[in-house]
């Protein structure tokens, strides 16, 4: 269904791109995991990437971010290309909040602790300052209570939301989750999306690895679903989820939403049908 969380005056109308990806090849060895991915992303926009695991989802993640070199194509943000070992890349990484499966906490400190540490240590801003700011944060993804825990105390959904608000530390202009709910216990992956939900009402641009299916329908702007190494579909989630044009996106949705009628489905995952909708 169509994106109903943000306003029609939204940043997403702009014409001007803050991500460009043109011709993305990434290989790991003598294995191509990325073909040639091209796409772009606009301010305010949430778009989605979706597709069976290994397909090079997360690994596009980590290219934008410059953890990753690339063998081919660039990747451009906010008019910057991003290249890994470059000097620049530091201050991209800035701008880019990124979070991850597992959290990437530090246990030894309290969650207050863990979200003040870059902007005071990177920023330069007051421990006073970043502290104050960090239970806003806290006040936002409703874990004020938690702020003096340490990670080991906090259930997996707390951590993760810690995790989120430590990204939003560091005003990012661009927030990347990959998979952020794929470790969590059920009970706690509804407290993690309804906090995603409110960014993007916020009208903040995001790019989500996801399996949770309903949360990109509503929430999604773009969907993309990704095989082999390929955009093999890109569109709005309803489209995509309910009336997909190639044959390997309608097998995975049902895969997806519908197990048994997968049960019938005979593709290879591995292979990508020859009418690639977007490349």
Do not use: W
């Amino acid at each position: 269904m169509p994106n109903n969380l943000k306003s029609p005056n939204d940043a997403a109308a702009q014409d001007e791109p803050i991500l460009k990806v043109e011709g993305l090849v990434k290989r790991f060895g003598d294995t191509t995991v990325i073909k040639e991915l091209s796409f772009e992303v606009q301010p305010g926009q949430v778009v989605v990437l979706v597709g069976p695991s290994g397909t090079g989802k997360s690994t596009f993640l980590r290219c934008v971010n410059g953890l990753e070199d690339i063998q081919g194509g660039k990747i451009i943000f906010e008019g910057e290309e991003v290249k890994a070992r470059h000097s620049n890349i530091t201050a991209i990484r800035r701008r880019i909040g990124m979070i991850f499966q597992n959290f990437n906490l530090y246990p030894h400190l309290t969650a207050v602790e863990n979200v003040t540490l870059a902007p005071v240590k990177v920023l330069k801003e007051s421990p006073e300052s970043a502290k104050e700011r960090a239970m806003e944060l806290f006040r936002k993804v409703r874990l004020e209570h938690r702020a003096t825990a340490y990670p080991g105390e906090m259930s997996g959904g707390e951590q993760q939301r810690v995790a989120i608000a430590r990204a939003l530390a560091m005003n990012p202009a661009l927030m990347m989750f990959d998979e952020p709910t794929s470790a969590l216990d059920p009970e706690t992956v509804g407290d993690v999306l309804a906090v995603m939900e409110e960014l993007a009402a916020e009208g903040r641009t995001m790019l989500v690895v996801t399996h949770e299916m309903a949360f990109a329908d509503h929430v999604g702007d773009r969907m993309l679903f990704m095989d082999g190494g390929y955009v093999v579909e890109d569109g709005p989630p309803s489209e995509l989820l309910n009336n997909p044009k190639n044959d390997r996106t309608r097998q995975f949705v049902n895969s997806v939403l519908k197990p048994e009628a997968a049960m019938k489905g005979t593709a290879d995952s591995s292979e990508v049908p020859p009418n690639i909708a977007a490349r």
